[in-house]
Each structure stands twice: as C-alpha cells, then as structure tokens.
T-cell receptor
Framework: AQTVTQSQPEMSVQEAETVTLSCTYDTSENNYYLFWYKQPPSRQMILVIRQEAYKQQNATENRFSVNFQKAAKSFSLKISDSQLGDTAMYFCAFMKQVDNNDMRFGAGTRLTVKP | NAGVTQTPKFRILKIGQSMTLQCTQDMNHNYMYWYRQDPGMGLKLIYYSVGAGITDKGEVPNGYNVSRSTTEDFPLRLELAAPSQTSVYFC???????????FGPGTRLLVL
C-alpha cells in the first residue's frame, strides 16, 4: 500500500516570506498523481496544486510551486510571498493513475503565517 | 454549479442511533468517495463508487454502508453509531481519468 509522510506537524512563516512544506511517499507504481490540498479553518478541502508523475516539469500555480523528485519520492510545496490567508492545514496526497479509487493522504502540516 | 454538497453540516448522535449523511454532485462525475477525518489527521477512505449501482470498500469501511442509485447521489449510512465514529466526513467526486477530486464542505458528527 502507498504511504504518504509529512514530517513537519507545524510550521510558521512571516508574511511576504517563502516557506517550503515537505512530503515523501512510498510506492512501487510508476504512474501516479500527487496533490497538495489546503484546509483552512472552514474545513473545506481546496486543491492547491497537482503533479503527474510522468511530467518532469514541476507544477506551478501563481505563488505555489512544487519540487518533484521522482527518484527520491519527494514532493515539496513552496509558497512564495506568504499571505495571511495561506494560514491553514496542508495535506499532501498520492493516487495511482491506473485507478482513481485510493487516494492516500499525509497527516498534514499546520502552517501559520504571521503578520 | 454547486459542485459537491453535503447535508447536514453538523449532527449530534446518541450511541446506537442511526443516520444517513447525504452527498450530491452536479458535475456528472462517475466516481464518488466518502472519507473521514479524525482530529489532527489526514483523510481516510471509507467507501467509493465508480458509477451508479457499483460500490466498494475503502480503507476503513466497518460500521458504514453506502448505496449509489443515481450518478448524482452517494449517501453514507451509519447503522449503530459508536463514539469511535465521531469525526468529520467528506464526500468527494471526480471524473474517470482526471484524477483531481473535488470535495464537499464536510459533515461534522459527534457521537455521545
């Protein structure tokens, strides 16, 4: 079974600075998706960014970018120019591409952006 | 589009009571899922469905049942509520081959 590990339970960053959240995963699959979801205090799960494993280029979405290292099974999220609204739980998730039936989540990292 | 909607938002149950958590999506997605999120944890898959009439167990199915009579609806049934089922429940959906799952706002359930 696939496992996802987020080794940083909590992190904080000053507003406007950059922060990187770590994620590692374990799988024998070659084709899969990786995701970062944001969960603010409202509890809504919001997709931040996704990466297809077959793509070598790292995904970016505005201030959010990833560092995908397939051989190392690492998938970190970088948030640039942090904003107060980025304060949330962030979950890394893995899903095999062959079926969409089993998304595995990490335990999450609580990010606090300080003014 | 409303996306994925869930009702109720919050419910308190007594031990042994039953209830149904409702989930509806208006995106014509084939795949639907139920997850639970315990405090300080990530989400765990309870049940999923790949289409109307087809359901299967996820990682933590014990104590729950589901049905999928239409593409839009995927209710989750708790037959005999137990304190261990206190959690936040999320419904999600996706289209086959897309990968990204879209989540509802969650249902917070407290079993006392």
């Amino acid at each position: 079974a696939q496992t996802v590990t987020q080794s940083q339970p909590e992190m904080s960053v000053q507003e406007a600075e950059t922060v990187t959240l770590s994620c590692t995963y374990d799988t024998s699959e070659n084709n899969y998706y990786l995701f970062w979801y944001k969960q603010p205090p409202s509890r809504q799960m919001i997709l931040v960014i996704r990466q297809e494993a077959y793509k070598q280029q790292n995904a970016t979405e505005n201030r959010f970018s990833v560092n995908f290292q397939k051989a190392a099974k690492s998938f970190s999220l970088k948030i640039s120019d942090s904003q107060l609204g980025d304060t949330a739980m962030y979950f890394c998730a893995f899903m095999k591409q062959v079926d969409n039936n089993d998304m595995r989540f990490g335990a999450g990292t609580r990010l606090t952006v300080k003014p | 589009n409303a996306g994925v909607t869930q009702t109720p938002k919050f419910r308190i149950l007594k031990i042994g009571q039953s209830m149904t958590l409702q989930c509806t999506q208006d995106m014509n997605h084939n795949y639907m899922y139920w997850y639970r999120q315990d405090p300080g944890m990530g989400l765990k898959l309870i049940y999923y469905s790949v289409g109307a009439g087809i359901t299967d167990k996820g990682e933590v199915p014990n104590g729950y049942n589901v049905s999928r009579s239409t593409t839009e609806d995927f209710p989750l049934r708790l037959e005999l509520a137990a304190p261990s089922q206190t959690s936040v429940y999320f419904c999600a959906s996706t289209q086959v081959g897309v990968g990204t799952q879209y989540f509802g706002p969650g249902t917070r359930l407290l079993v006392l």
